[in-house]
């Protein structure tokens, strides 16, 4: 095949998930490719990771290949993939030397070349990672500047930035929402932890993996636990009477930017996120601005692919208007580090 010819057309650019597809010509991709967001800081020597997809209701077998960063080195970035019709497959590599850097984010080239079809895929990595520290729950999140990883997404012209910390007795998270009108009955931040191993289901008699939050009118409620049918989720679930014990949600409001602080004890999770540094868990976050932009989906800043969504991702309840479509699943990968400096 002949790669001189490639003209790197961009067929396919979503500015919030930050992936382009460059693709030589107008035909379907055999495969689609993301990388594996990087769970402790690069410069630890992460294990990372590739998932192909075979698009196709045929075989498949390529070579493909990751260009890291420069002055980056793995145990591996070139590999022979061989899919059956359909499957999913994914690819561990060791990231051996890494440097960091300020934003975070880190520009990888995956290229997939098999079935007659070069397909290459720009993505924008991201650090998803929960560095040790223990916030004051006060709605000043100073100290979340320099010590937190910010992730960062755009919905319809509006910023979201999430950040997390961990500490012995809590999972802690601030959102920046940007909105033109604060409903502090209505607006919320929905949140996921999982194990590192969870999926979520596609029938409804399979288990939640998740422990599932709701943050609204300043308080956080549970509205799922791990072993809960995922067709129950489907339907709106009032709030329960009372907030999770021990939790702890500030929330203020700035020009056009609502900060939400928040904690929740990290015991009742202990089995499935087994915090220590180090370890990758599950992780996502929903935002509720129905007098603004509607759901916001931090699924995006992960690259995701075809078959992403997901209509059990996430729980429903009442007071949330959630889309018809099917949502982002709300499992992304995270981890648990020591710090960042
Ligand atoms: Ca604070
Ligand atoms: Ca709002």
Redesign the pocket.
């Known amino acids: 095949m002949s790669t001189s010819k490639i003209a790197i057309t961009c067929v396919l650019v979503t500015a919030a998930c930050m992936c382009v597809t460059l693709a030589e010509d107008a035909r379907t991709p055999p495969v689609a490719l993301r990388a594996h967001n990087i769970v402790v800081p690069p410069d630890t020597g992460p294990v990372s990771g590739l998932t192909v997809v075979n698009l196709l209701d045929t075989a498949y077998s390529g070579k493909v290949t990751v260009k890291l960063p420069s002055g980056w080195k793995a145990d591996k970035t070139t590999f022979d993939v061989s899919l059956k019709p359909r499957e999913t497959k994914h690819i561990p590599f060791a990231l051996e030397k890494a440097i960091a850097r300020k934003t975070h984010v880190y520009p990888y080239i995956i290229t997939a070349v098999g079935g007659g079809q070069t397909v290459a895929v720009e993505q924008q990595v991201i650090c998803a990672t929960s560095p040790y520290v223990k916030p004051k729950i006060d709605g000043d999140i100073s100290e979340w500047l320099e010590d937190a990883v910010p992730v960062t997404f755009v919905c319809k012209g509006k910023k979201t930035v999430v950040r997390t910390f961990w500490n012995k007795r809590n999972y802690c998270l601030s959102v920046e929402v940007q ?1 033109d ?3 502090p009955g209505a ?1 919320a931040i929905q949140f996921a932890l999982a194990s590192g191993k969870a999926s979520t289901g596609k029938l409804p008699n399979d288990k939640t993996a998740r422990h599932e939050f709701v943050v609204v009118g300043g308080k956080c409620y549970q509205i799922a636990k791990p072993g809960t049918p995922l067709g129950d989720t489907q339907k709106p679930a009032n709030l329960p009477a009372e907030p999770v014990a021990k939790a702890e949600v500030a929330v203020k409001r700035e020009k056009d930017i609502t900060r939400y602080e928040i904690s929740v004890p990290i015991r009742p999770m202990r089995s499935e996120l087994k915090p220590t540094t180090g370890r990758e868990y599950r992780f996502g976050v929903l935002v509720h ?4 932009t509607g759901v916001r989906e931090m699924g995006l800043v992960a690259a995701p692919l075809p078959g992403a969504c997901n209509k059990y991702a996430w729980s429903k309840w009442v007071g949330a208007k959630f889309p018809d479509k099917p949502l982002l699943d709300s499992k992304l990968e995270w981890g648990f580090c020591t710090s960042i400096h």
């Open positions: 909105e009108k604060f409903d607006d601005d129905p007098d603004g």
